[in-house]
């Protein structure tokens, strides 16, 4: 393959010249190599636990498109991927508890392996009815793996199977995080500063 019209490589700097809106940002929670680094594992940890079962991915869109893409980079066994689009939040910060379904998944999951990918779980109300739902589809198992994971918010008892980092009960962006549809091109996590979002 060809790469003489591809663009230079240009690396990801906290530089508000280059990237103006990261001036929102109070501080980097985790670096784009420390996810890397995290999603690798859990990617092998995946490969080994479902080798020989041919799982499907459920990713729920939109905020776990990029940890989706990278924790598939790193699965090394059969597999194939489906997607989700939920309603929750609207455009609102907090849960509401509601939750609709806008995409549902293409291809039946009945007698498979599911692991659904999210970004991350916060009250768990999503997960939860994510659970059922899935689980109402004559699965052969269902299981989690999601990007972050912020217990202290928890009003609900869901288990993450597989989760990438536990953080704690700040505003997150980046990385498929958004605030308000912004921020989810960012290649690592950052904490959204409190007046971008009217908080604290
Ligand atoms: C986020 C996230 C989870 C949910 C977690 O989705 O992707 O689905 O909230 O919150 P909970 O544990 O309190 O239910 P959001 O509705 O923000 O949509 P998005 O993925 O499009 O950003």
Known sequence: MSIANSQPFRPHHLDPD????????????????????????????????????????????????????????????????????????????????VVRVMK?????????????????????????????????????SVKVAAFLDKPSRRLTDVKVDYAGFEVPDEFVIGYGLDFAQRYRNFPYVGILRPEVYGGK
């Open 104 to 140: 549902d998944l293409d291809e039946s999951v009945e007698s498979r392996h599911v692991i659904i990918i999210e970004d991350i779980i916060d009250t768990g109300l999503t997960l939860n009815y994510l659970l059922e739902n899935i689980r109402n589809r004559n699965v052969a």
């Open 18 to 97: 280059v990237r103006p809106s990261e001036a929102d940002i109070e501080s980097v929670l985790l670096s784009h190599d420390q996810i890397q680094t995290r999603v690798a594992e859990l990617g092998a940890q995946i490969s080994r636990d479902y080798a020989g079962k041919d799982p499907v991915f459920v990713s729920v869109l939109v905020g776990a498109f990029m940890f989706t893409g990278d924790l598939l980079r790193n699965i090394t066994i059969p597999c194939s991927l489906d997607f989700m689009a939920i309603s929750s939040y609207g455009k609102e910060s907090r849960s509401s508890g």
